[in-house]
C-alpha cells in the first residue's frame, strides 16, 4: 500500500537495504551463493571451499550492494575490505600482513572486492598475488531479463507501482547499473508523493528534466 501525501514529511525513509536476498544475480548466482553462505560456515566452524574470496567488477555492477550484505551478516571472523584498488601503501602492507595472519587462523576468512582482476590492479606484487589466491569471481553485467526483475523487486518493495512501459524506457534509455536505476526509482517514489501523481513516462520525464535538462531533451517521448 502506498503511504498517503500527508505523510511524506513523517515516514519517507531511506530505501531498502542492501541484503542478499534482493540481490538480482543474474549469472553471478555461483558468487551470491559464496558469500551468502561463508558467514554460517564460519559461526558453525564449517571449513569453507576458501577462506579467501576476491570479488571484482566496474562501478555500477553490484559490488557495493555485495559489501553491504556481507558486512551486515559477516561474524568477528571474518574480515571485508573494499576497493582494494584505492590502498594506500600503508593499507596495502596492513593488508598483506592481514592475509598472512588469516592464513595460520583456520577458522577466519577474508573477502576483498575491487574494480579489476588481481593481477591488474596497481597494488604491491605480493599482494596482488594474495587476492588471487583462494575463488576469483569477475561480476557479469545483467541481462535486460535480469535487469527488468530487478527493477520489478525495487518498485515492489518500495511500494511503487510502475507499468512495464515505464521499466522498458528506463532499460533502454537510462545507465543500465542498478545503482543507477535504483536512484531514478526512489526519486519517482518521492515525485510521485509530493505531486500526487501515479508513476507515468510524463512523471519520469519530468524527474528527468529536473535532473539535468540536456538528458531529458534528447530522451523520446515513446518508446520505439
Not at 69 to 87: G, K, N
Request: net charge negative; aromatic share 6%.
Amino acid at each position: 500500500m502506498r503511504r498517503p501525501v500527508s505523510q511524506l514529511t513523517l515516514d519517507f525513509g531511506p530505501p531498502p537495504p542492501a541484503g542478499f536476498h534482493n540481490f538480482v544475480a543474474g549469472r553471478n548466482h555461483e558468487c551470491l551463493q559464496t558469500l551468502r553462505e561463508l558467514p554460517a560456515q564460519l559461526r558453525l566452524g564449517v571449513e569453507p571451499p576458501s577462506r579467501f574470496v576476491y570479488v571484482w567488477g566496474p562501478e555500477g555492477s553490484g559490488k557495493t550492494h555485495l559489501v553491504t550484505a556481507l558486512r551486515a551478516e559477516a561474524p568477528a571472523e571474518l574480515v571485508v575490505v573494499d576497493d582494494c584498488q584505492a590502498l594506500d601503501a600503508a593499507a596495502q602492507e596492513q593488508l598483506f600482513h592481514r592475509f598472512n595472519a588469516i592464513t595460520q587462523s583456520p577458522g577466519a576468512a577474508l573477502v576483498t572486492f575491487g574494480d579489476q582482476p588481481p593481477s591488474r590492479l596497481p597494488l604491491l606484487p605480493d599482494l596482488a598475488s594474495r587476492l588471487a589466491w583462494g575463488i576469483v569471481f569477475g561480476l557479469e553485467p545483467l541481462g535486460d531479463d535480469d535487469l527488468l526483475a530487478a527493477m520489478r523487486n525495487a518498485a515492489e518493495e518500495r511500494g511503487l507501482p510502475i507499468g512495464e512501459d515505464v521499466l522498458a524506457y528506463l532499460l533502454r534509455h537510462t545507465r543500465r547499473d542498478m545503482a543507477s536505476l535504483k536512484t531514478i526509482l526512489d526519486g519517482l517514489d518521492r515525485l510521485s508523493l509530493e505531486q500526487q501523481r501515479p508513476v507515468s513516462l510524463a512523471l519520469l520525464r519530468t524527474l528527468l528534466s529536473g535532473a539535468g535538462a540536456d538528458e531529458a531533451d534528447r530522451l523520446p517521448d515513446r518508446i520505439t
